[in-house]
């Protein structure tokens, strides 16, 4: 199965600006291909998964993928499907998010010196040296505004009546460059995105043949909403990171373990390593149980993000939990001062600064509702004190419904 098969039967593809050549092209060669990502935070979500995802099956098949973080982009800021200006990051914020994201990626794909290892790659070192005019008189000329205002990333904007500054408009000019700059560089023949980037990409492949240059291709995936039409990897309490400093790898396997029955096998073929064949045959073995099948993926989806030995973890911890009554080892921390405590702090307080819920008043519905749970045991009074007494080794258990628990560690007793 060539790379183009596989992931059209995996559920990424959803646009391609010539498919057949393209498929043509991955069978008969190795293709070096890019997908970038904007510094604009220290790490990678789930949002960005299904583009890492990719980058690795484009490597299984022997090709070259090349990760793009957008250092100089990320000083414009995109537009797409924003409703105002990114903020401006300082040079030190882009560096410090370029290590973060970068260590994010070496968890999903090899980066190294042989053919199909990946490259990492930041467009500062091109674009920060243009001479604008240059630039413009060179590249600009093959752009017209006519048709960037009818892309969705401008047009959106300004339907809204919000700003879009000079800047900003320029994205897409920079964005195309960087196409043309990649294949200069290394060969680069592919760009991949998810679909709110099309416009993106065909200014990059059009560049490209106005400029003379070879033929180049553009391939993206789509938007991927949860069977109940939520956004993919937005949850009430934010964004699933993929770096364990912001999330551990607990929470991480206990996000897929929560996944919608009808999501199961569609997220498998996403954002696991199980074969086609495998999937089939676990769907059939489990089609009477989905939590087996909900365990299965969110075992090798952290797997892959978090190493084998987390996952068992974080799988023994979720059983212990959730079959046996028991608390596992995994359960996420939150360190309260014995001086913050005092003589004693409401429950429902507890639960908020403790993150178990989004405010003192949900919390207290929590408790009217008999959804909140102390060391195992029914809240049932929404004026509940917790004091010293309820601590066992200066530890004790709060649960918020039955998904959600955190061992709160009395500090400085």
């Known amino acids: 199965m060539g790379f183009i098969q596989e992931f059209q039967d995996r559920g990424f593809y959803h646009q391609c600006t010539d498919l057949e050549s393209l498929a043509s092209l991955t069978n008969q060669k190795q293709v070096v291909a890019y997908i970038g990502f904007d ?34 982009t990320t000083k414009i800021g995109d537009p797409t499907g924003k409703d105002e200006a990114r903020k401006l990051l300082t040079e030190d914020d882009i560096a410090h998010n370029k ?33 604008f ?58 760009q991949i995105g998810g ?19 070879e033929e180049l291709f553009g391939l993206t995936t789509p938007l991927i909403t949860t069977s109940s039409g939520a956004k993919m990897g937005k949850t009430a309490s934010g964004a699933v990171w993929l770096s364990a400093e912001r999330l551990s790898a607990y929470d991480y396997y206990q996000f897929w373990r929560n ?16 074969s086609l064949d495998e999937i089939r045959k676990l769907d059939a073995e489990h089609k009477d149980n989905i939590n087996n099948l909900k365990k299965i993926l969110a075992f090798e989806a952290t797997k892959i993000c978090h190493g084998d030995k987390l996952a068992q973890e974080a799988e023994e911890t979720a059983i212990s939990l959730f ?30 600064i403790a993150g178990l819920s989004e405010s ?12 909140a749970k102390l060391n195992n045991l029914v809240i049932d009074d929404e004026n509940k004190m917790v004091t010293h007494a309820d601590f066992v080794d200066n530890a004790l258990i709060l649960a918020a419904g039955k998904k959600k628990y955190i061992k709160i560690i009395l500090s400085g007793n």
């Open 39 to 72: 510094c604009t935070a220290d790490s990678l979500h789930v949002g960005s998964l299904m583009q890492i995802m990719v980058l690795r099956l484009l490597q299984k098949h022997g090709h070259q993928p090349i990760a793009i973080v957008g250092g100089g």
């Open 99 to 131: 290590r973060g994201i970068q260590s994010v990626l070496e968890k999903f794909i090899k980066f190294g010196e042989a053919d199909s290892d990946a490259m990492l790659v930041d467009n500062d070192d091109w674009l920060s040296k243009l001479n």
């Open 133 to 190: 005019i240059d630039f413009l008189r060179e590249y600009g000329k093959h752009f017209s505004i006519n048709r960037m205002l009818s892309f969705d990333s401008v047009k959106l904007r300004l339907e809204r009546e919000q700003s879009l500054t000079f800047l900003e408009f320029n994205y897409m000019i920079f964005q195309a460059y960087d196409f043309v700059e990649l294949n200069k560089r290394y060969k680069c023949r592919l």
């Open 195 to 213: 679909s709110d980037q099309w416009g993106n990409i065909i200014n990059g492949v059009e560049l490209s043949r106005r400029l003379g240059s």
């Open 259 to 274: 996944t919608e029955d009808d999501d199961v096998v569609k997220f498998m073929k996403l954002f696991t390593d199980l």
């Open 323 to 352: 079959e046996k009554g028991e608390v596992g080892g995994m359960i996420p921390e939150f360190f309260l001062s014995a001086e913050d405590l005092g003589d004693g702090m409401s429950a429902f307080k507890l639960f908020h």
């Open 360 to 371: 003192g008043g949900e919390a207290k519905r929590l408790i009217k509702g008999k959804g």
